[in-house]
């Protein structure tokens, strides 16, 4: 006959021990006995039900709101019938049955970070769980967690996970997987790391309303951008935001498309499920798709087809990203905005021509010059090195392309000066943006007037004009497949 944990007995017992210790034991035995009430419930079934309480449990553990809800009303009658609802348990939850439910059917000690039981993980976009040890991104540093999760519960964690994806097997030492609220999960396990070092990595989105008067204040723009870039977004430009992971492209690549026209339609490819457009912007007709690698190559020609007014590339990384924006805008396709890795605007036309040469084949200096004419400007970012918590956009680069002279440019419009702490602006548009600003019903004046008194003000030194020399004039010794 299963035996009914006493509590207080237990208490009485073990009064020599510290009570952090008391409280430790005693909630591991309540969670014990929380567990043989269900074990006692899966033995009494058949084999259909507990396919049921199988594919119940998965769903649970991913954070589905149905199956969440069932196990904690079931924790907290079991545990209000077993009068061991005023039991210890560990601070970093907020209650008894959130504790039970994150150690044996949830995320274990990681569950306040992802669900924010705490107000210091709310914006905490990142969690490092190293073997046992749990650290997170709070204001901007990683910081170690009192809570720890042992080796046989991180193996069950993982099982757990993998059960939401079957493709997945046990055995490989690397995993990607996600949450239902969108969490990204990436596992390293196995012959990967070392021996008790398994590693999981959380990535959370943290949703953000921004404007670019905020983004002044917290000195990640300069002033005068805030009046420059809404300009900018009239007039229709394809833009680049490019940066290291945290430099905040994604959360300024979200800014700027909240200033578009709520009118036109669009299409969002990302690499994972990443920004919730229909949270941020509900009343904007965006197509969110969900693609990488070969599955983003089967549905490209259908994309290809699509009748949206702009796309938005999240995450470009591979190949077939890098071609299917570069097919997309071709066909005359504006407003389009994408984020890619990448620390240096005047690498990543060479980076996204290379990529689909090594891929696709074709003339290296005609993909090249191809990136060149289809986007307008790169916008970088990065994270300030002596406080993480702030972004700083460090530079804005036009991209040209002149096909009578068959001649690439870059030209630095914007460069922040790390020591001045100050932004250094030059107002020379090519005739090219400003054509392309009053076709799309921009205002080629406003753009040259803002940017000349951001220039005056603090005017750009140094080289501006930039011909790379990767690319060959006139297909001079050019790169073909």
Known sequence: ????????????????????????????????????????????????????????????????????????????????????????????????????????????????????????YRYSQSAKLIGDRLYCLID?????????????????????????????????????????????????????????????VFRKYVLQSRTFEEMVRLRTIPPGAAELFPCMVKAGFNVIFAGQVRSGKTTFLQTWQSYEDPSLEGLAVATDPETPWHELMPDVPIMQIVADGDELEGVAKSLLRGDNDYVLLEEMRDAAAFKLVLDITSTGTCRSKATIHDN????????????????????????????????????????????????????????????????????????????????EWNAALSAEKLAKAERNGGSPARLTAVLQVLARSDPLTGEQVIHPAYYRQGGNACISR
């Open 1 to 120: 006959m299963e035996k009914t944990f006493d509590l207080e007995s237990y208490v009485r017992t073990t009064a020599g021990d510290s009570d952090a210790q008391v409280g430790e034991e005693a909630f591991r035995r309540i969670c014990e006995a929380v567990r043989l009430v269900f074990d006692s419930e899966w033995n009494a079934t058949d084999e259909i039900a507990r396919n049921r309480k199988l594919a119940r449990e998965k769903r649970a553990i991913i954070g589905y709101e149905q199956e969440v809800g069932f196990y904690k009303v079931k924790i907290r009658e079991i545990l209000h019938a077993r009068k061991l609802a005023d039991g210890w348990f560990p601070p970093w939850y907020p209650d008894l049955t959130e504790a039970v439910f994150a150690e044996l059917y949830g995320l274990a000690g990681l569950a306040p970070w992802a669900y924010d039981m705490d107000e210091k």
């Open 140 to 200: 901007g540093k990683s910081r170690l967690q009192p809570q720890r999760i042992p080796e046989d519960r991180r193996q069950q964690l993982k099982r757990t996970l993998l059960l939401a994806t079957p493709e997945e097997r046990l055995e490989y030492g690397f995993h990607e997987v996600y949450l239902h609220n969108g969490i990204r999960i990436t596992i390293y396990s196995g012959s990967r790391t070392k021996k008790g070092q398994d590693v999981m």
């Open 344 to 423: 240096d605007a005047l690498n990543i036309p060479y980076k996204m021509a290379s990529k689909i040469w090594e891929k696709y084949g074709g003339d290296m200096d005609a993909i090249t010059a191809q990136v060149f004419r289809n986007f307008d400007f790169v916008l970088e970012f990065c994270q300030h090195p002596l406080d993480k918590r702030r972004k700083i956009m460090t530079g804005i680069t036009e991209l040209s392309y002149d096909p009578r002279e068959d001649v690439v440019s870059a030209t630095r419009i914007c460069r922040y000066d790390h020591q001045r702490d100050r932004w």
